[in-house]
Nanobody, 115 residues
Framework: QVQLVESGGGLVQAGGSLRLSCAASRTIFTIDPMGWYRQAPGKQRELVATITSGGNTNYADSIKGRCTISRDNAKNTIILQVNSLTPEDTGVYSC?????????WGQGTQVTVSS
């Protein structure tokens, strides 16, 4: 079993930045890959970014260039940094990880970008 706990959401002004953290209940070397998804109001959940245990990253085209995903192996945490926020970045951001063949999700954290 894996528990993923997100933190760092909230209300942000357009043009600002956000930093989200996802803490795992076990070593993230065994949770591979990990990443972030988001769901905007009235829309389907979409990929934001993923990162493998080897540090390989993948970003959605809509956020590429404004976003960085990273791992802190010592803290069993992944971090998502998003800059130049727009109201279109508003949504519930959820941490995801694959442990063996199972998918695990955090409870999600709300991010609201005001114009």
């Amino acid at each position: 079993q894996v528990q993923l706990v997100e933190s760092g959401g909230g209300l942000v002004q357009a043009g600002g930045s956000l930093r989200l953290s996802c803490a795992a209940s076990r070593t993230i070397f065994t949770i591979d890959p990990m990443g972030w998804y988001r769901q905007a109001p009235g829309k389907q959940r979409e990929l934001v970014a993923t990162i493998t245990s080897g540090g390989n990253t993948n970003y959605a085209d809509s956020i590429k260039g404004r976003c960085t995903i990273s791992r802190d192996n010592a803290k069993n945490t992944i971090i998502l940094q998003v800059n130049s926020l727009t109201p279109e970045d508003t949504g519930v951001y959820s941490c995801w990880g694959k442990w063996f063949k199972y998918d695990y999700w955090g409870q999600g954290t709300q991010v609201t970008v005001s114009s």
